[in-house]
């Protein structure tokens, strides 16, 4: 995938009024884990840790991520890539308004993203590599978008915020989102071996990871996971990994009991490991400071 240039344009389309910038936001950083090289587990700093930097999504070419960009002492967020050809980050998007949850689009040839627009609605828009093509909307009226995730079929579940926090799902020609699931968390996968969605949700003061198969309108559950963890990420379509401090965990999706630790990522990462994404034989990771 090419390294694309910032959406420039996005600023004419969406403000008509100045941008009330977000409240400070806590300090992250993204690291990436090179497993399996010949001096084994290579760690290396991908951003530094003075400001929010989440939400990392590992591709062959780079990392997309959340940034956060301070003006005049009020923060909000653009989209930024890491290039490994040249090791640099660029931002996608400098616009006054925040953008966050880059997501590569089920053809690949464009990032969706929630824009938390200037009158302050968080809505679901897309953003084509093809620069000839204006960034847009992908629902008018849904919202409040938190976090999204791509079926196999044009379809998507989406976080969208309120008491409580509920997963809907959508065919994007329908446009009717329907809940499927209540008090959910806040990461969402596709797995394409299941054919099903995977999210976390608190079910009797616990928090179970579960899957959403459309074909069945059916939600299962498919384990519990820790206190106070729910962030997750696949390794592979039967293995569920997961950060209990510095820690990486693993656990097969076709026999859960058993739990094993993966990765000890505790030198690089003193405080907690919150969001992964895992891709050939690459980790990237959100430290939280």
């Known amino acids: 995938m090419k390294l694309i240039s910032p959406w420039l344009s996005l600023v004419a389309t969406l403000v008509t009024t100045p941008y009330t910038a977000l409240a400070a936001m806590p300090k992250s950083e993204i690291l990436l884990a090179k497993l399996n090289t010949e001096y084994g587990l290579q760690v290396s700093r991908i951003t530094n840790n003075d400001v929010y930097n989440n939400q990392p999504l590992l591709t062959q070419s780079g990392i997309y991520f959340t940034k956060e960009v301070l003006i005049d002492g009020q923060s909000q967020t653009d989209l930024a890539f890491y290039d490994f050809s040249n090791q640099q980050v660029v931002n996608l998007t400098n616009t006054p308004v925040s953008e966050y949850s880059p997501t590569l689009t089920p053809t690949g040839d464009a990032l969706s993203a929630i824009v938390v627009e200037a009158d302050g609605k968080q809505k679901l828009w897309q953003y084509p590599f093809d620069h000839n093509i204006t960034p847009s909307r992908i629902f008018e009226w849904v919202e409040p978008v938190g976090y999204h ?11 969208i915020l309120g008491e409580p ?6 065919q994007v020609a329908a446009a009717k989102p329907k809940v499927v699931a209540q ?4 990461t969402l996968t596709f797995n394409q071996t299941l054919g099903a969605y995977t999210f976390s949700y608190n079910k009797a003061n616990q928090h179970w990871l579960a899957s959403y198969d459309p074909r069945q309108d059916a939600v299962t559950d498919l384990f519990r996971l820790p206190q106070h963890v729910q962030d997750y990420a696949f390794k592979d379509a039967n293995t569920v990994i997961y950060a209990v401090g510095g820690r990486v965990y693993q656990r097969r999706l076709t026999n859960p009991e058993p739990v094993s630790l993966w990765l000890d990522l505790t030198p690089y990462c003193d405080s907690h490991i919150t969001r992964m994404s895992y891709l050939n034989e690459q980790l990237a990771f959100v430290c939280a400071k």
């Open 149 to 159: 995730a791509w079926g196999a079929k044009n379809d998507m579940v989406m976080f």
């Open 183 to 186: 008090n959910i968390g806040r």
């Open 165 to 170: 926090h509920t997963l809907q799902y959508t």
